[in-house]
């Protein structure tokens, strides 16, 4: 009898953490499944001055995350660019920048 009620407390520990996670935690756990079958570089693509090349990488996107709906349009590689938390801070805040190396490196967006 107490195994039964362990057994159910358990279960419905674990409905209640996976609802936890919700939509857009779903959405996370795809685009991240998404960039472990994608074939990314293992150095930074923008090598702005000071670059680390190859350590602290990060994925940088074209838009704020907020802009992208699914876990497939976060991951298009035309949105996305491997950079080092360097480049990446740098690019992030100046949108103009933030363009002309994602145009140099993906092409237009549009495209």
């Not at 009898?1 to 407390?9: S, T």
């Not at 919700?22 to 990314?40: F, I, Q, R, V």
């Not at 150095?43 to 190859?54: A, D, K, T, Y």
């Amino acid at each position: 009898m107490v195994r039964n009620a362990e057994r159910k407390d358990k279960t419905i520990m674990r409905r209640k953490a996976l609802k936890r996670i919700g939509k857009k935690g779903l959405e996370n756990l795809k685009y991240k499944a998404l960039l472990k079958e994608m074939d990314l570089p293992q150095r930074c693509e923008v090598g702005l001055s000071g670059c680390m090349i190859g350590l602290f990488l990060t994925v940088a996107h074209r838009h704020k995350r907020s802009h992208y709906k699914t876990a497939e349009e976060l991951a298009d590689i035309k949105q996305i660019i491997i950079a080092c938390t360097l480049c990446h801070d740098t690019i992030e805040n100046d949108k103009e920048l933030t363009e002309s190396v994602f145009n140099k490196l993906r092409g237009d967006e549009q495209n």
